[in-house]
Structure formats: C-alpha cells, structure tokens
C-alpha cells in the first residue's frame, strides 16, 4: 500500500462550462484512519452529469468549494479498520471523492457483496440503476401498451429506462445527440425508435415516432428537449423529472419548462421530481433483484463506458456533460487486492 | 316569452387586455327548437377567468372566434320541450352562452334539482366547488396536519379550497391581491393567515406563514406567484395546476415556471394539471355530497358575488380578470317561472 494519497482538488469554479483547469491533482501523505474509522483504497469512480450540478448551488450535498476533493460516488476496498462493521477486504460503495485513499466513517458506507463484474455496482445495480427502475415504474408508472419516450437514451440512466421499458411492454422511442447513438438504440438495445434532438426537425420526428403521444416522458435534461416532449405529451401522460443535465453546464440556465404550468392544465399532466437515494432508500432491495433477474436471465444489456486511471477523471466528467460517452461511464482506479 | 333574443357578440380579439369592445350586444329574433331540442331561458351566467384563455387557443374547447355568440357556463330552465329527455320548467345547466334563449341539444344539458338557492348550483354546487374539491382532496392529497396555499384565495375556486382544507385539519394560508381581501380570509373564511402577493415582502411573508414550507400549493394563477410558491415548497410537496389567470389576459405570458424541472427534483415535488369536468365525471355525485353536507351543517361559507343583467356580462368577466370579485361572480339574467 503505497504511503501517498493522489487526490484530485477543485481549482476554481467554472463559470460557464467546465474545464480541466478548473482541476488539479495533487499528491499527499496517505490519511490515517482512527478509532472507529476504515481506510478504503477507491477502485472504481462513477461520472455523473449531476457533478455539474453541486458546483452550481447546495442541492441535495451542499455545494463545492474550491479546495475540496471532488466528491463523486465510488467503489472501494476496505484496507485498514478499525470498526467492528467492516473488515479488510470487504468492497464498500459511498461516496469517497476523487483520490486513492479516504478515511471514512463507516455510517457513510455500504457495503457490496458481488456477484458480477464489479463495475456493474456502481452502473446497472446502484444508483443508475435504481434511478432507472424506480423512476421509470413508480414515479412514471409506465404500463405496457403506453409510449415511453426517454431523453440522454444512450447514457447511463437512460440506456437502462429504455431497456426496462421493453421488458414492461412499452413502445419506447429514446432522444439523443448522434445518428450514431439513434442506430445503437434501436439496433443494440431494441428501441422502437430514436431521434436526435440536434435534428431540424426534431419535434416533428418525435410526433411521428408517438403517434398516440407520450403517456410517460423520462427527462434526464430538461431545457428545450423537455418543452418539445411537453408539446407531445398524451392526456394524462407522466413526466419524470430526473435529471437537467442541458441546463448543469451554463452560467444561462432557461428560465423553465415552456408552457408549465399551463400545458399540464389542458393535458392533465403530472410531472414529478425524485431522488432514488432519499425517496426509496427503504426498496432498494426490491428494484436490485429485479435488476439482477434481468442480468441473469440476459434481458438486460449493461453498457458502461470506462477510462483507465485516476487521471482522467476531469475529461471523464467533461465528457459526460458534452455526451460523448455511451452507456454509463466510469474511472478505473484499482482493482481489488 | 318575448319573441325576441338579446346576445353578447365577439366583436373583436383581444390582443392584450380584454375591453367591454370586443363584445357587441345584439336583438334578433328568439330561436325556434326543432323535433329533439329544447328552447332553454339563461337565468344565470358564471363568470370564469377561463374564459379569457378561451380567446388565446383551443383548450378544453375551441378558441373562440370573432362572431361567436360569447360563450359560458349557464344556468337555465327550459321553456318549450320536443324532447323526452326535459319537460318544461326543469332547470338544468350547461354552456348556454351569454344570451337569454338558446336552442339546445339535450345531451348537452345536465338537470338540476335544487334545494338549494339557485345560484349555489353555479358555484359551490357547481364546477368551482368540484374544482375546489377534487383538486385539493384528491389531485394535491392534502392531509390532516399539513400546509396549504391556495392562491386567488378571495376567488370562486380558492374561497372553497382554503374552507375545504381547514374542514380537513390543514393549515391554510390564502395569497390575494389586497389586505381588504387578507382581512376577509382570516376574519370571515377562518384563514390561519393570507398575504398579498403584490406585498415587496411577499416572499418572506409566505416563508413566514409556512414555517414548515408548503406541501400543498393549490395554484390558480401560475406566473410569479407559482415561481415564489415553488420556492417555498416543503419536500415531497404538491402543487395542484388549476389555472393561469395571471397569464390569460397579456399577449406576452411569461415563458414557464422558474426552476422547472430542476427544483421538482431536488425537493421531489409533484405538479399535476387537471380538469374536473372530464377528469373526475364519474365522480360528480360524491363531490356533490361531500359538499351539501358541509352546506347543510354550515361549516362551508358560500361566496356569491352577483351583478344583475346580461347586459353587465362584459365589464363582469372583465372585473375577474382584474380580481376585483370576492368569491364566485356570476351574472343573474332572470328568474325562473
């Protein structure tokens, strides 16, 4: 174990999109854990579009500071302990920040007991995935027959809101950036249909691809995408707010959702915020076996995108705002000892 | 029964406020029902912001045009019958239009048979109080113990939700447009406070008057007011999409909600738009109990605020738009025979 710690601190706080430099990686003395703590080896960091989004103001953490590690959902390996709950050895998720070791409190850890590739923990069964299954079914109360139409279709959440769909007897259409992505969609994932939201005709092409109309809209990016979604929205369709990630990487947010509240009115919409961590912290187990089900009979594809080392987390996570990755997307760090 | 008809014409299309000169008061000749109709006599006309969003689009019905004979919700008794359905002397309602003899298809009219007085049938008894009702009850599940704000709170449909909620163990905070209306809240309707929204501080005002924030927002009026309701909202809050009025009667309504969907999420808050005419049809008659029985005991206080003519239609409707009305405005046109 090596007696120095990498970590990577907040340099400056972005103003209009993120940067590189709004990053630095720096080399300290390994922390050292105390009565009651673990020391955890971080093997595997999660990149979310929501990070954007704790620069901007307190949401569910409080916000980033510069000189703060970059907090960010992990994978890790207790290597040290002294606490009755966790042993060496044991693989933990939390929240542990961009760096290779952290002193935690154990209150602060979940432990994972794995049977699949490890980086599925962090993708299709935590919190993507749950995000995905809970949002989808119980917010969105999606019922087989209706149309389910997804946005960032081939990102993380997305990829699996889609495929969840399918397996529940949904016409499912996704929304995405790249004829590239629309081809993956339907061709890999078994979509119905996908669209680009960069094309001209955008809303005119959601419209064909729903020509019942969306009964249930999963957003995970809000601005002009959500105001054409609404435009096509069925009576009493469902929209699931999990996500503004065209709204996180700007100093110029929209002002809101055109039409709201007005549109809801004459189409008895309801749209709906959640937070899987806080609103179903009491059924993750019910949403992780039925993801498991479905990985282990093959009815769920995982796609995870995954950059090799530490230093590469500030591209990976200014990839992800910019929508270059498919599939949820990942830093490797470490593997298990 | 005269032989003559006098008719409130759209003589023109607002472009931005709503004048006595759009409408033109017109005599021809009283219209002649044929085999299956009824000749129908308007008694009471209800006065419904809506009316003015009738002008802007199709709603829930067809954008009015120029000519149109200006629509309404109508009490009226029918006066000549070639129908099976109605005998002459029932009183029934329907949208009848603004004009004192109007042919009607019988399946357009529901039968009234009151025991009340007659005008209670326009609004408490009528769509406002099921509005009220099902909006509050059932669209914002508003509980015993909880917060709720209802804006437009001296109006038709706000008067009943805070009256309604207070019967149901809430607190209730009521925002209106002046502290004559404040006054009649608290003093008159039991309110356990009511703040102006043209206060400087209205913000801090309702923060203050909901110190646990709001869980149940039933909206009237969207614009600002939504945007300073959403940011006081308590976590897993409601807010209950019932009406626009602040964005009916301007050409330039404001582009959507503030913060839309990204406060939904971080506070898992739910907005839901609804009808009742078509959302909750088939549960009329259990509002319609609900509210005959706090009727009866006395424990709902009916708010009737009533100008006498059809020639005082115009400047009526005009007045709600402007929220000079304290309770439901209608217009009385005649009395039964």
């Known amino acids: 174990?090596?007696?120095?710690?990498?970590?990577?601190?907040?340099?400056?706080?972005?103003?209009?999109?993120?940067?590189?430099?709004?990053?630095?990686?720096?080399?300290?003395?390994?922390?050292?854990?105390?009565?009651?703590?673990?020391?955890?080896?971080?093997?595997?960091?999660?990149?979310d579009a929501a990070q954007r989004a704790w620069f901007q103001a307190a949401t569910y953490r409080a916000a980033i500071q510069v000189g703060d590690t970059m907090p960010g959902f992990t994978l890790a390996q207790v290597v040290e302990s002294h606490c009755d709950d966790f042993a060496v050895g044991d693989i933990v998720a939390g929240d542990l920040a961009w760096q290779d070791y952290v002193v935690a409190d154990p209150n602060n850890l979940r432990r994972i007991v794995p049977n699949r590739p490890l980086s599925n923990y962090l993708s299709v069964l935590g919190i993507t995935g749950l995000t995905a299954y809970f949002g989808l079914l119980d917010v969105g109360e999606a019922k087989s027959g209706e149309t389910v139409v997804v946005s960032a279709a081939a990102?993380?959440?997305?990829?699996?809101?889609?495929?969840?769909?399918?397996?529940?007897?949904?016409?499912?259409?996704?929304?995405c950036s790249s004829?590239?992505?629309q081809k993956w969609l339907t061709s890999e994932l078994g979509f119905d249909a996908a669209v680009s939201h960069r094309d001209e005709a955008f809303r005119q092409k959601l419209k064909e691809a729903c020509p019942e109309g969306i009964d249930v809209y999963f957003d995970n990016v809000g601005g002009t995408t959500l105001d054409t979604a609404l435009s096509v929205m069925a009576h009493?369709?469902?929209?699931?707010?999990?996500?503004?990630?065209?709204?996180?990487?700007?100093?110029?947010?929209?002002?809101?959702?055109?039409?709201?509240?007005?549109?809801?009115?004459?189409?008895?919409?309801?749209?709906?915020?959640?937070?899987?961590?806080?609103?179903?912290?009491?059924?993750?187990?019910?949403?992780?076996?039925?993801?498991?089900?479905?990985?282990?009979?093959?009815?769920?594809?995982?796609?995870?995108?995954?950059?090799?080392?530490?230093?590469?987390?500030?591209?990976?996570?200014?990839?992800v705002l910019n929508g270059v990755n498919v599939g949820k997307r990942m830093i490797h760090v470490a593997d298990p000892l």
């Open 1 to 47: 174990m090596s007696a120095l710690n990498r970590r990577w601190r907040v340099a400056g706080m972005p103003s209009e999109h993120l940067e590189t430099s709004h990053f630095a990686l720096e080399t300290v003395d390994r922390p050292e854990a105390s009565d009651g703590q673990v020391l955890c080896r971080v093997l595997w960091i999660s990149m």
């Open 155 to 175: 990102g993380a959440t997305g990829s699996l809101v889609g495929q969840i769909a399918k397996l529940h007897g949904c016409r499912v259409v996704g929304i």
């Open 179 to 181: 004829p590239e992505k």
């Open 236 to 319: 009493r369709g469902r929209v699931v707010c999990c996500g503004v990630v065209s709204q996180y990487d700007t100093s110029t947010p929209v002002r809101g959702a055109r039409g709201v509240p007005g549109v809801l009115i004459l189409k008895s919409i309801t749209m709906r915020g959640f937070l899987v961590m806080t609103d179903y912290a009491d059924r993750w187990d019910e949403g992780l076996r039925a993801l498991e089900g479905w990985l282990e009979d093959g009815s769920l594809r995982v796609a995870e995108d995954v950059l090799e080392g530490l230093e590469k987390a500030p591209e990976g996570l200014i990839g």
